[in-house]
């Protein structure tokens, strides 16, 4: 089993930053994507940020020039960097982890326990 710990929420004001930290209990093998995901009040959860296992990411429109997505495979680990943070940017932020499955076209989830961001006067 892999438990995915998220760090870094907060209370912050708009035009400020934030960097939410996700670390994975172990190291993973087979990481087909990493992402951050979020979720409102009333709304569905959404993909915000997604990073690939060739580097390459992946960003919501709203948030493109705004966050940035990164990771540290020796930390197994992976950051969201958050810039010009807006009240629309409240949201459980949750982190993703997809597993490669040998043959198979579909990979194995993990998710983290979620933390709060808000962005407030």
Do not use: H
Request: net charge positive; hydrophobic share 30%.
């Amino acid at each position: 089993q892999v438990q995915l710990v998220e760090s870094g929420g907060g209370l912050v004001q708009p035009g400020g930053s934030l960097k939410l930290s996700c670390a994975a209990s172990r190291s993973i093998d087979n990481i087909r994507t990493m992402a951050w995901y979020r979720q409102a009040p009333g709304k569905q959860r959404e993909l915000v940020a997604m990073i690939g296992s060739g580097g390459t990411t992946t960003y919501e429109d709203s948030v493109k020039g705004r966050f940035t997505i990164s990771r540290d495979n020796a930390k197994n680990t992976v950051y969201l960097q958050m810039n010009s943070l807006k009240p629309e940017d409240t949201a459980v932020y949750y982190c993703n982890v997809v597993v490669q499955i040998s043959g198979s076209l579909y990979g194995r989830n993990y998710w983290g326990q979620g933390t709060q961001v808000t962005v407030s006067s």
